[in-house]
């Protein structure tokens, strides 16, 4: 099969996206396909002549444009079959404050918010409770993660998010331990407990810094907490009209309770990524794992 493999972008991620799109270049093409590597950042401008002449196009991508719907936007009107969510899908999810206002209303346990697209005039102040986890609206990778304590520790945090030109996302500190759990068709992935040991949370260094972390997967939870995750999972994937696969990231309370922080339609794509490590527990290598997005994707377009 002739992929298009669209990675890199513009995006503060693109290092990430560029790194892991290799990995998967190679395990294409070990499994036979003829395989283009194509960096979005020089060649947006050829994507939908290109992905005209290929039969499937995986997206490496990670961040905008990417996980906010553009590129599956234009793949759909090349008549290109892709992996993963749609346009609508894709954006609602990258947007964090749409996508909580989306799990509220459907009944999914999130944490209260507060939404500042613009940076707040002088006398305001947070509605919420210190501490507070200050976030990138529509940032992925844990990039300008931070935790306040106090009002100065707070506007610095937001001043970094606001000169990156993105909106900011407050949620009040939950304790608990962070769970993940992937969704690949119809059907919820054993979950991953995440220990950071490179800070107090999973924030960038955790993630991608070698030792940052330890991930645990199946999660040594209870099996109530395990189908609890799973079902939380699909219903998080359903509710923002997602197909092919996802990952919902939660905070698990030490009395087993679940609440949901985001839901990931592009997740990382390494064999020692979360949903590859999530696909190896139910039993799928990460070469069957691929194949596996390819035909959910295609099933996707033909319907």
Sequence with gaps: MKILLIAGGWSTERDVSLNSSRIVEGVLRDAGHDVTFFDLL????????EARRHDFAFIGLHGAPGEDGLVQALLDAAGCPYQGAGPAGSFL????????????????????????????????HPR??????????????????????NRDELDKALAAIFTAGDAALLETELPGRELTCAVLGDEALPPLLIEPLAGSFFDYESKYAKGGARELCPAPITPEATARAQK???????ALGLSGYSRTDFILGADDSLTLLEVNTLP????????????????????????????????????
Excluded: C
Excluded at 232 to 238: G, I, K, M, N, V
């Design 42 to 49: 020089s060649g947006f401008d050829r994507l939908m002549e």
């Design 93 to 124: 999810a990258l947007n964090k404050a749409a996508a909580k206002q989306i799990f509220r209303q459907a009944g999914l346990p999130t944490a209260d918010w507060e939404f500042l697209p613009l940076p707040p005039p002088a006398d305001w």
């Design 128 to 149: 919420l409770p210190y501490p507070l986890f200050v976030k990138s609206n529509t940032g992925g990778s844990s990039l300008r993660l931070g935790r306040a304590e």
């Design 232 to 238: 939380l999972a699909l219903e998080a994937h359903r």
């Design 268 to 303: 990382g794509m390494t064999a020692t990524s979360l949903v590859p490590q999530e696909a190896a527990a139910a039993g799928l290598s990460f070469a069957q794992l691929l194949e596996r997005l390819m035909e959910l994707g295609r099933a996707r377009r033909r319907s």
